[in-house]
Nanobody
Framework: QLQLVESGGGLVQPGGSLRLSCAAS????????IGWFRQAPGKEREGVSY????????YSADSVKGRFTISRNNGKNTVYLQMNSLKPEDTAVYYCAAVMGEATLTPLLYHYWGQGTQVTVSS
């Protein structure tokens, strides 16, 4: 059974950092583009970052560029999202998702989704 499990969310003060993990089971991440998405209450799901299957090329949305870094460890079958300089507007449920082959940050392109992890940025 293909499964993605996020972890690492929590409560952090503005300016703080968190590292989210997305662990895959039942399939090998090597062949998949992995994206991180987030959804705040009352808002649509938005793309945060993705990392390409083929060459590890990554892309981040303007709202997080320079603060968030996506990386992958294929040996551990895990993708990470390092989040620095967190702001209250980063508060959301964060999801990782996978699609075989190449993709962008369009949620509809992704086939497999985790259950999400809550990130709350507040003093």
């Amino acid at each position: 059974q293909l499964q993605l499990v996020e972890s690492g969310g929590g409560l952090v003060q503005p300016g703080g950092s968190l590292r989210l993990s997305c662990a895959a089971s039942g399939f090998t991440l090597d062949y998949y583009t992995i994206g991180w998405f987030r959804q705040a209450p009352g808002k649509e799901r938005e793309g945060v970052s993705y990392i390409s299957r083929s060459d590890g090329r990554s892309y981040s949305a303007d709202s997080v560029k320079g603060r968030f870094t996506i990386s992958r460890n294929n040996g551990k079958n895990t993708v990470y999202l390092q989040m620095n300089s967190l702001k209250p507007e980063d508060t959301a449920v964060y999801y990782c998702a996978a699609v075989m082959g190449e993709a962008t940050l369009t949620p509809l392109l992704y086939h497999y989704w985790g259950q999400g992890t809550q990130v709350t940025v507040s003093s």
